[in-house]
Nanobody, 115 residues
Framework: QVHLVESGGGLVQPGGSLRLSCAAS????????MGWYRQAPGKQRELVAF???????NYVDSVMGRFTISRDDAKNTVSLQMNSLKPEDTAVYYC?????????WGQGTQVTVSS
């Protein structure tokens, strides 16, 4: 059974930082592309950052230069370092694993950026 478990969300002031982590089990982690998505109230879920099995990166324009995605295949984890957070980054953040048209999702972790 596949499990993706996110952690690290919370409340932070504008300009602050958070680090999200996602621990995966039940998959051959190293062959999966891993991504972070987010969904704000009343909005569609959007891709935030993506890392392929061979380390290629992709970011949505709004987080470029502020967020960094990384993976540790030895620990089956993917992380998202979020710096210079803005109120518009407030959302539920979801971890995603993708391979051969298969998608798996975590349960999400809330990130709230507010003073």
């Amino acid at each position: 059974q596949v499990h993706l478990v996110e952690s690290g969300g919370g409340l932070v002031q504008p300009g602050g930082s958070l680090r999200l982590s996602c621990a995966a089990s039940g998959i051959s982690f190293s062959i999966y592309a891993m991504g972070w998505y987010r969904q704000a109230p009343g909005k569609q879920r959007e891709l935030v950052a993506f890392i392929t099995s061979d380390g290629r990166l992709n970011y949505v324009d709004s987080v470029m230069g502020r967020f960094t995605i990384s993976r540790d295949d030895a620990k089956n984890t993917v992380s998202l370092q979020m710096n210079s957070l803005k109120p518009e980054d407030t959302a539920v953040y979801y971890c995603n694993a993708e391979w051969n048209f298969r998608h798996y999702w975590g349960q999400g972790t809330q990130v709230t950026v507010s003073s």
